[in-house]
């Protein structure tokens, strides 16, 4: 699965995405060597690219200053998720709104633009990521029977329909300092947290979402690598959907070193397209 993140530095809050990845030790990816020109390099040695907006979306550079101004979110808050630089290649895609009276319209608005496989979600606190605390709003895109194209299907998905225990917000609360979370994706990435732990319960909840939405996760069959004992998850949740195998792939991306690979050839190809 090839993964493009587009992000940004922070306007509206402590630490925007951008400034956590410049600070992963001991070396970090030059995001800024990620451009449409390189990407082909970029998708070669790795399976993930961060794609920095102001590099992509170039006019973004003149509202930049007045954003961090604002003591506010924005219209650019909205933009900035359905405006991905490589949308023509997308073949599904995870969106996080923090109101919920923007899931519909999201949703919508990716099928307007021909989007196929999506799922906008709301955790039941404003929280613009599936919630590891309790009810997520959810709005997923999907082909209709009998041709009659994409349709929108609402529903909700709790942390059990993953197969984990709900933890409160508390335990994964944002508003750290770049480098402190910065530390916290590498235990993540080497999967150096205990197999209960929120943070870590928090990250496949949500990377197995999207990895339902691939499609992938339909397989009968699993041949992940090594440490893969080929056992599908088939038990059907929400959306009649295999959110307990999304689980259980992100797992094995992680505990396999599969997930620190690909991290460590995106960090060694943007340094080498930069030196």
Same mark, same amino acid.
């Given at each position: ?31 800024? *060597?990620?451009?449409?020109?390189? $990407? ?6 790795? =399976?993930? &690219?961060? @794609?920095?907006? /102001? %590099? ?7 509202? *930049?200053?007045?954003?961090?101004? $604002? ?6 808050? =909205?933009? &900035?998720? @359905?405006?991905? /630089? %490589? ?108 197999v209960d732990d929120p943070l870590l319960d928090f990250v496949l909840i949500n990377t197995a979402a999207l990895l ?18 080929g056992q599908v998850v088939t038990e059907r949740g929400p959306a009649h959907q295999r959110w307990k195998e999304g ?29």
């Amino acid at each position: 699965l090839m993964v493009a993140k587009h992000g940004n530095k922070a306007s509206t809050s402590k630490s925007g995405s951008a400034d956590m990845v410049n600070c992963i030790q001991p070396q970090a990816p030059i995001i800024d *060597a990620v451009r449409p020109d390189s $990407l082909d390099r970029v998708y070669s040695a790795s =399976n993930y &690219g961060f @794609l920095l907006a /102001p %590099v992509f979306h170039t006019g973004i550079r003149y509202v *930049a200053p007045i954003r961090r101004q $604002l003591p506010w979110r924005t219209i650019f808050n =909205n933009l &900035g998720p @359905l405006a991905s /630089p %490589v949308d023509a290649f997308l073949e599904a895609r995870v969106i996080g709104v923090s109101r919920r009276d923007l899931g519909m319209p999201f949703a919508e608005a990716l099928r307007t633009v021909g989007c196929q496989k999506a799922l906008v979600v709301c955790g039941e606190e404003e929280l613009d990521e599936i919630s590891c605390a309790g009810r997520t709003f959810c709005w997923m895109l999907k082909e209709a029977p009998a041709g009659e194209g994409v349709q929108v299907e609402s529903f909700m998905l709790e942390p059990e329909d993953f197969g984990v225990e709900p933890h409160p917000l508390s335990a994964v609360s944002p508003g750290r300092e770049a480098a402190e979370n910065a530390a916290i994706l590498k235990r993540i990435l080497c999967n150096d947290l205990t197999v209960d732990d929120p943070l870590l319960d928090f990250v496949l909840i949500n990377t197995a979402a999207l990895l339902v939405v691939s499609g992938i996760c339909e397989a009968d069959s699993s041949k992940l690598g090594p440490g893969d004992d080929g056992q599908v998850v088939t038990e059907r949740g929400p959306a009649h959907q295999r959110w307990k195998e999304g689980v259980r792939r992100a797992r094995w991306a992680l505990q396999s070193g599969e997930a620190w690979k690909q991290w460590q050839a995106f960090v060694e190809v943007t340094n080498e397209i930069e030196s």
